[in-house]
């Protein structure tokens, strides 16, 4: 089953606007990481949060985890239309760096 | 210079063939993954090899089997192929643990 849902599983906004995307999970983990797939790509990582890290940025994207409630958001500000992809989130519980990935959020940035 | 690269790149057959995907890493990484993506765009592990051992393998049909010739490469070989093998099959490597992945472009296999 997937460990991690993202919220929501579609998202339109207009360029230089921000988007949030969400993720829960159901157990512990020793990391959460977020990834972009552009159409007919490979993933990219974007961010990696250690369970006792609760806020990182990078450039324009923001990451915060609330371990206590399971959930995760990554905030992209000022899209661009380049920013249009799906979204990934993907929790390590441990052992082995075994990623188990959510649904993904499509996320649809218009010029 | 591609990091992870994946052969080939769109993969049709016909039921009941044998095929193999083919997956390179120029990172130096010592873990290697595979993964499918299926239509609804889940993407599962499948197996992960460090240096060359098998350590994670998940609820795969025995049809799959990887094979790690050394660190940088991991092949994936899929006997008697059937129409629910259709997927996306990526590669990824990492290096140590509690790291970010390195995906490959895919490859789209398509059973008719």
């Known amino acids: 089953s997937q460990q991690g849902e993202e919220d929501p599983q579609a998202l339109s906004i207009q360029e230089g606007e921000n988007a949030t995307m969400n993720c829960s999970y159901k157990t512990s983990i020793n990391n959460l990481q977020w990834y972009r797939q552009n159409s007919g790509r490979g993933l990219v990582h974007l961010i990696l949060i250690r369970s006792n890290e609760r806020e990182k940025h990078s450039g324009r994207l923001r990451v915060t985890l609330d371990t206590s409630k399971k959930s995760s958001s990554l905030l992209i500000t000022a899209s661009r239309a380049a920013d249009t992809a799906s979204y990934f989130c993907a929790t390590d519980a441990g052992g082995y760096n075994k990623l188990i990935f959510g649904a993904g959020t499509r996320l649809a940035v218009h010029p | 210079d591609t990091a992870v690269s994946q052969t080939p790149k769109y993969l049709v057959t016909q039921m009941g063939n044998d095929k193999s995907i083919k997956c390179e890493q120029n990172?130096?990484?010592?873990?290697m993954y595979w993964y499918k993506q299926d239509s609804k765009k889940f993407l599962k592990i499948m197996f992960s090899?460090?240096?060359?051992?098998?350590?994670i393998n998940e609820t795969v049909p025995n049809r799959f089997s990887p094979k790690s010739p050394d660190k940088a490469h991991l092949n994936l070989h899929i006997n008697s192929l059937e129409l629910g093998d259709s997927a996306v099959y990526f590669c990824a490597s990492s290096q140590g643990a509690q790291s970010e992945q390195y995906f490959g472009p895919g490859t789209r296999l398509t059973v008719t």
């Open positions: 090899y460090n240096n060359k051992e098998l350590i």
């Open positions: 990172l130096g990484h010592d873990t």
